[in-house]
């Protein structure tokens, strides 16, 4: 086996020169893996968003004590032994199986291996054997919650795979027990996936995770008997799966940035075997890695960090160097060097990248900063700025299929500032445990958008399906160097319509207006969920946030009317939580706004992002949306819904002239600033060819509308 060439990312042959590398570049990774790795020794395990997990009652009186592999700690509950098809996995009597599948993966196989080659050290060596002699002790074939999930087999095979080049050495023979159980493990294990693949039960990323583990062990273990079968499978069901479950723009159809990320990282993982092993398939594999890296870029904030969108697992694919699941560096970096594309790089390069594309993989962007852009197959719009800032907005369907991983998050948005998570989707917690907690963290109010009349925009029946959901509608995108405008509606709560209006000024101003479009009166309540990093004190109708690390870093918004309360950690109304990874649940602060008024009726927010130019004080006036700044007033003004009807998306139809504070237009969204002495500094427009004063000067004066104008007076006047 030592002497094979070379079929997988780990190659035990060039271990010398890839630990060579990783110890030049990354100094402290021996010390680093050696610490997470005593730790699997004495008993402990992290997992998920778990710490110090030990899955045996007996084990903290005696600390090398081998895991039982159906255990769930956290619960205290142990799934039965029963035939795979008796288990229902999904009953919470049994524990959470995510946790017990978590285990299960051996991913912390990987970490082992890891400090076993960084260190030479064979205890880890050693754990490993001990661990695999166990698990096949303990889960016979077709027996017990382990072989239940196709996708959890899957990934399982692939750690071993990983296991087998980290822990076969030179004096290895290929008739060592250990080897021949575990290929024997392996090919057992690919038999159950091959016969029982999720074309059906979850036709999404667990049937593309299923056909990885066919494809890299079909062509990484050509000595098994069915390796030529598993792989033609695999790789017939990878390239379906490019145009099935990715839009044209790049996005994953799962409408889950977690889940966007895992998708990413098989197809990573498979185009590195397609290379080396000179399947021509790599050409397609390279296209949608190009493809969904992009996407990955955008979605990801520019210290790469992915916003929760959709269900977040806390699961990943290569967890070698316990990197936060939300970091997307590492997927970026690989993606960057496998499609030759430097311009999806960001922050610094990562020790992930070296094991998996080896010691020369290191690949570098000076200017790694993005532009506002759109997914728009996806549903996703993304504005972002030179400062630091991130925005993210949800303008998408539903889900996919079912909707199994998607929430009641229609028009929500999440907003990184200065660099820092500022305004966060709560996560998600759990799946199966906590029906309550799981309808709650998927609710609309635990997410940065409107409920009306305390209802969620779409209803969950069980863990994974629903029995009401809102459909979505963008009405116009403009993103411009100088600010990024997003409409939008849904009717999650027919037969009411819900529009909402983001502007976004990069490194300055962010106005979110929305309009309820029904009959009658009715309650509106919009909900700030602000990252536990920042501390905050609401006054009347303004808010201030503050970074606790910087408490000079401000940040205000204020809303024009309406009743702001503050919620941490909140037991009666379920707001103030936080989920930042499945499993963990932390207290933060839910600003929630509430109107209650009769309809149609707007309600709005406006924060500033500058740092420099407080907002004071919101009001509406003559139509528009007036800030008071601490050295401006602004000027914001959106139409509603029905008053251009026959004007489409991206559409500029002549529309009528209406007031919008002091100046008239007929654009379908103005923005203006005036100083002192009420003299225009500056404004933007989308879809409108006029902009005037009454009775006094004329700003702007086309004869056909523009899809968008802006300019800055003040700098033309100097």
Known sequence: MFAAPQRFPLHPPARDALVDAVLKQFPAAAAQAAARADRILSGEYDLLGYRGLRFDAAAAVSSNRLPDWHFDPVHQRRAPRRFWTKIDYLDPAFGDHKIIWELNRHQHWLVLGRACWLTSDARYRDRFQQELASWLAANP???????????????????????????????????????????????TQLRQVERNLSHYFSPNTHLLGEGLALYVAGRTLPELAGSSRRERLGRQVLLAGIDRQFGLDGGHAERSTHYHRYALDFYILALVVARLTGDPAARELEAVVARAGRAARLLADDGGRLPHVGDDDGGRLFPIAARDCDEIGDTLEMAAALAGRPELVVGAPTEEAVWMLGPRSAIRNPQSAMRSAALPDTGYYLSRSAAGDHLLIDGGPHGYQNGGHAHADALSLTLTAHHMPLLVDAGTCCYTTSRTLRDRFRSSALHNTLVLDSRSQSIPRGPFHWSHVADSRVECWRSTEHFDYFCGSHNGYRPAVHQRHVLAMPGDLLVVADFIDAAGTHTAAVHWH?????????????????????????????????VVECFRGDQETGLGWYSPVYGALVPLTTVRVTRRADAPFWTAAAFDLSGCNAIERVEWTEGAMRIGRAGSVDYVFFTTPGRDSARGVGQTAAAEVRRAGELETDARMLFYRIDETRGLLRFALVDGGVLRRPGGPVYLALTEPAPDVHKDLASCAA
């Open 141 to 187: 074939p077709l027996i017990g919650i382990n072989w239940a999930s196709m996708l959890e087999l899957a990934l399982r095979i692939l750690s071993w795979l990983w296991a087998l080049n980290f822990f076969v050495t030179s004096h290895d023979r290929v008739e060592e027990p250990w080897i021949i159980d575990l290929l024997l493990g392996i090919d």
């Open 530 to 562: 602000v990252h536990p990093e920042w501390d905050v004190e609401a006054v009347r109708q303004r808010v201030r946030l503050a970074r606790r690390s910087a408490p000079s870093d401000a940040i205000t918004f204020a809303v024009p009317d309406g």
